[in-house]
Nanobody, 125 residues
């Protein structure tokens, strides 16, 4: 049973930076692709960034390209989301999930997949 725990969310000023972490534990065979998703109140869940096990296939939603970077640390089984130049529209609860199907142009979660508890990111003056 895979377990995911997100951390790193905070209140930051516009233009600031945050680094989110998603720590994975348990059995992950054939479930190595992990995605970051976000959801703001009253809005649909949105795929933000996804990465496969070898970090050779990544996806970014257009609105974060050039500002966010997803990476993996195999030694600690942790996926990161570095967020720079944050904007108020980035405000949301951020979740990680596995397995996902990820390509450069899409990232789709598995309906029965595993989700973390989420971490709140608030960008405001």
């Amino acid at each position: 049973q895979v377990q995911l725990v997100e951390s790193g969310g905070d209140l930051v000023q516009p233009g600031g930076s945050l680094k989110l972490s998603c720590a994975a534990s348990g059995f992950t065979k054939d479930s190595d692709a992990i995605g970051w998703f976000r959801q703001a109140p009253g809005k649909a869940r949105q795929a933000v960034a996804c990465v496969n096990s070898n970090e050779n296939d990544t996806y970014y939603v257009d609105s974060v390209k050039g500002r966010f970077t997803v990476s993996r640390d195999t030694a600690t089984n942790t996926v990161y989301l570095q967020m720079d130049s944050l904007k108020p529209e980035d405000t949301a609860v951020y979740y990680c999930s596995t397995p996902v199907t990820t390509l450069r142009v899409m990232c789709v979660p598995t309906p029965s997949g595993t989700w973390g508890q989420g971490t709140q990111v608030t960008v405001s003056s």
